[in-house]
């Protein structure tokens, strides 16, 4: 996923671009789209959202600043323990 969320100076939410490993499409997402969870470590922190067009569950890795962009932007965020 690359993501690119709108700067906070911006008017209007936060859209977010994403493509989906199934099948390849690419598309924006709102905050309310995307969830994120944050683990203990980077192999449990992770963004997940269900593609538009084929309807597949997506789940991606998150590093330091995807947690970053998606937190600003609003996404819901759910602290694993």
């Known amino acids: 996923m690359t993501t690119a969320?709108?700067?906070?100076h911006a008017a209007g939410p936060a859209v977010f671009r994403?493509?989906?490993?199934?099948?390849r499409a690419s598309f924006q997402l709102a905050a309310a789209?995307?969830?994120?969870?944050?683990?203990?470590?980077a192999r449990t922190t992770?963004?997940?959202?269900?593609?538009?067009?084929?309807?597949?569950a997506v789940r991606k890795p998150a590093?330091?600043?995807i947690v970053e962009?998606?937190?600003n932007g609003g996404v819901s965020t759910m602290r694993l323990a």
């Open 5 to 8: 969320a709108v700067p906070p």
């Open 18 to 23: 994403a493509g989906c490993p199934h099948c």
């Open 33 to 41: 789209d995307l969830r994120l969870a944050i683990g203990g470590s």
């Open 46 to 56: 992770f963004y997940s959202f269900t593609c538009p067009e084929c309807g597949e």
């Open 63 to 65: 590093g330091e600043r």
């Open 69 to 71: 962009l998606l937190t």
